[in-house]
């Protein structure tokens, strides 16, 4: 035996490389060492390999193997006539197809669906590959000019006036609306006991109130009548609006001084608004009107997300902020808005925005179904998204807003620069989570007589032509693979995003 | 006041609820003076530095600054906050951007630099505390000597009249505090009024005018460094230094 005590050691000839006993490199290396390596794991792969064997290959033959191609009606998906076991029914998905993705939008018409979605695709992606240059540009035209393009797209019909117009339609209701509230507090004061007089006088003070405020909208009001009154009311009131916006802005902007760069950008905005709505023809009725009740398919899954998940973002983002605000009346307001929404099931929303809303509203004032439905999910999600939003505002360390502090920055440009970049890092999974359930989420909307994708599919079950033992299973499965390109997408890019994103993590 | 002060506080004091944190402090900085603040632990030292830029509110004296006068109200906090930058123990660097980016935001965002300005005059600053070639790096990728530095050149960009520094060198591993101190002689030699709260005693000695001792929430003794070492008066002063000197 050596001697093992001793601390010195010197090498002589180095050793060189041998192969190891066992290969554990390789396909085979694999095997060995994730999948047999020990008793229970030898058992799990078997386990493994069994359930996949038992869901795969089924889904597979009934996908593709058993699945009938062509055929016109019911009778080419019916076993006596093919002479196997039928799987998917093909052509009833091919049949419905366009169905499935408009609805009962107008045949004639449904190039505008195209048109919006081309449009929509052709904004969005280039706002999704970072490495192109003008994002700024490119998110005004997707967020700001496609939304109204798409909606005159979709709906058609045309504008009566711009600017000039909205404002005094706005102002002088609400002008109406409170010299009515003052009338009616009146009433209940003569009607009421003790605190009658108190409510009479105020009553008064309300209608007053009223009175002023259509003083002071006079103006406008007239100007307005002369503007309608003019040959081409819609250019006029674009030419007032275009003049008086950008002056605003341009003052705004510092005038002389500093001024002429956003007075270039509002004119440009203007010249935008101008060729669409020439192009379109909004000023001389636009499109034919196709109202909402007839959109359908994956047009109205694709409205319903889109908007939502586009208006819940902003929503969300001022609820969690007003959550931490040390206001408390903009903190309580928050806590209240959101613990609501969150403990609302969303089909009570649903409920509620379609068939209670309307007995609330005055009477003159209506609003279309489906927008309903829209401000429904975007205020139900934006709770949802608030709280995702508020876990990455807790991330944030008290040293990043006192170092932004030392520095000069406002509250504002504090969370605009430092707080809400780090923080809607921090949960983008999160965020992600939130809008691929609320994509799923869309399919609700059915049970308020809005027929979205799903909702498309199960009532073309209904179709005699078509009934056979499969087409069911067919419809669900041709759905539930649209849904999961969607969902799916959404998730590879939001992984891709991450990366990108937490770079700086070094 | 004398009239080449820069920073002057009167008889500051300040609560956390109950507990008298700051007790009747008064300190009046001349301009171009290099000022130590040290003192054991918990004794308000840093809280004291921190109510010179408005990070903590007090409840009672005032802060003068360049002429902007900080009561209770803090009113004028964004005044004052323009004229002092502020060096943190641990660098509170903006991890989501570039070094260089740290350096153009404020000037941007608060003075309206435009940015090609803001960019030249960032790897300036990134020049004096040597370390232009990071600049398109993130704060994660560097050490910390680094970030501190580029901390210090991130307040440097808003041309302060003067530098607060909060144990600038505390969290920093024992072979990059001497970068980050070199730094900060650098930055004395220019003339600029600084604020120091370390337990670097070497600093000390080297760079101040003064050092400020403090415990429980006052100041004990305020003397040149010569004197402060070597003729110690108050008992207090007099057992730190022999706790921390051997």
Known sequence: MSDTAASSFVRQVLISERTAPVKVTGFVGFLRTRLFNSPTNILLTLASVLLLWITVVPAFKFLLVDAVWTGKDRTACLAENVGHVVGACWPFVQAKFSQFIYGFYPEPERWRVDLTFFLAAILLLPLLIPRLPAKGLNAGLFFVAFPVVAFFLLRGGGLSGLGVNWVTGLLSGFADTVSDLGQKLTRAGEATAVIGPLLQWLGKLVVLLGAAVSGLVWPLVWLNGQIQGASRPVWVDFAVTAAIVSLILFFLGGGFRTGWRILLGSIATFAGIGIVIAVMGLDRGGLPIVDSGLWGGLLVTLVVSVTGIVTSMPIGIALALGRRSTIPLIRFFSVGFIEFWRGVPLITVLFFATYMLPLFLPGNFKIDGLVRALIGIALFSGAYIAEVIRGGLQAIPRGQYEAASAIGLSWWKTTALIVMPQALRHVIPGLVNSFIGLFKDTSLVSIVSLFDLLGQVHASFADPIWATPTTLFTGFAFAGMVYFVFCFGMSRYSLFVENRLNAHRG | ?246
């Open chain 2, 1 to 246: 006041m004398t009239t080449d002060s820069i920073v002057g506080i009167a008889e500051l004091n300040k609560w956390y609820g109950d507990f008298h944190v700051l007790r009747d402090i008064n300190v009046d900085v001349a301009k171009g003076e290099r000022i130590v603040i040290c003192g054991p632990s918990g004794s308000g030292k840093s809280t004291f530095i921190r109510c010179i830029n408005a990070l903590e509110e007090f409840q009672e004296g005032r802060i003068v600054v360049d002429g902007i006068e900080l009561g209770p109200q803090l009113r004028r906090v964004d005044e004052v906050r323009r004229e002092v930058g502020m060096v943190f123990q641990s660098f509170n660097l903006f991890p989501h951007l570039t070094v260089l980016e740290n350096c153009t935001l404020a000037p941007i965002w608060v003075r309206h630099v435009p940015k090609k300005d803001a960019e030249a005059a960032a790897m300036k600053y990134l020049e004096r505390v040597k370390i232009p070639h990071q600049a398109n790096k993130y704060p994660a990728q560097l050490s910390g000597g680094q970030q501190q530095r580029v901390a210090i050149a991130r307040a440097l960009t808003m041309n302060p009249k003067v530098m607060l520094f909060d144990e600038p060198t505390s969290a920093l591993d024992p072979e990059m505090v001497k970068e980050v101190l070199d730094t900060m002689v650098d930055l004395a030699k220019e003339g600029m009024t600084m604020l120091v709260v370390t337990h670097e005693m070497g600093f000390a000695r080297e760079v101040a005018n003064r050092i400020v001792f403090m415990d429980a929430g006052q100041i004990i003794e305020t003397n040149t460094p010569a004197n402060f070492f070597a003729n110690p008066q108050h008992a207090r002063t007099k057992l730190f230094l022999s706790q921390i000197l051997r």
